[in-house]
């Protein structure tokens, strides 16, 4: 059975201190790995989609790298408007096409 | 280019009752997903649909949920005899190819059940 599993489950900054945020996965055959932003009552926004191991994409203060196990988003001197939970999901080459997500982790950046 | 329409986006239901719940994708994407968002829990995959075919319904409860997406229309998820434990967000995301490299997400409808 495909496992995304996210830690920490809430992680607090200061406002310019950097951090990653850790997605460990277990799927039969990765076809992609995504990375969703969710702020409160909102749906997921589309962040990035990696694909194989080795791959680093990058948005603002924001870039995720990939390897065989997991995926890190590194948070480069965070904002307050950065704050919201990150979504991490995988979608297995023998399941279609579902994404299975982890319980996600809060981000609180405090000016 | 307008994102994933949902509708309603809040809804109360009492127990018994049935709840109807639209999702128009994208503009030019005939791939739609639903998810269910329970309180406190990730998000769950329910069922994946092209226009008039449901392709993988293997996280849809067996009794109580259809799904459709008609030819022309928005896509329905359909509960009916609601439960409390139905009380969720529930999401659709849109994708215009089968790769599915790119899903987006409309903002939800949060079902209460009372």
């Known amino acids: 059975e495909d496992q995304v599993t996210q830690s920490p489950e809430a992680l607090r900054l200061q406002e310019g201190e950097s951090s990653s945020l850790n997605c460990s996965y277990t799927?039969?055959?990765?076809?992609?790995l995504f990375w969703y932003r969710q702020d409160p009552g909102k749906g997921p926004e589309f962040l990035f989609t990696?694909?194989?191991a080795g791959e680093e994409k990058e948005k603002e203060r924001l870039k995720a790298t990939l390897t065989k196990k997991e995926s890190f988003l590194h948070i480069t001197a965070p904002k307050p408007e950065d704050s919201a939970t990150y979504l991490c999901?995988?979608?297995?080459?023998?399941?279609?096409?579902?994404?299975?997500f982890g319980g996600g982790t809060r981000l609180m950046v405090k000016p | 280019n307008a994102g994933v329409m949902q509708n309603p986006r809040h809804l109360v239901r009492r127990r018994g009752q049935e709840a109807r719940l639209r999702c128009s994708p994208m503009k030019g994407h005939s791939h739609v997903y639903w998810y269910r968002q329970l309180p406190e829990e990730g998000l769950k995959f329910m069922v994946y649909l092209q226009k008039e075919n449901i392709i993988d319904e293997s996280g849809m409860p067996k009794e109580r949920f259809s799904a459709e997406f008609p030819k022309e229309g928005p896509s329905i998820l359909r509960i009916q005899q609601v439960v409390r434990g139905d009380s969720a967000a529930y999401f659709c995301?849109?994708?215009?190819?089968?790769?599915?490299?790119?899903?987006?997400f409309g903002q939800g409808t949060r079902l209460t059940v009372v």
């Open positions: 990696l694909y194989s």
């Open positions: 999901a995988v979608q297995a080459a023998a399941a279609g096409n579902m994404l299975t």
């Open positions: 995301a849109s994708s215009p190819r089968w790769e599915n490299t790119e899903a987006f």
């Open positions: 799927v039969s055959g990765l076809r992609g």
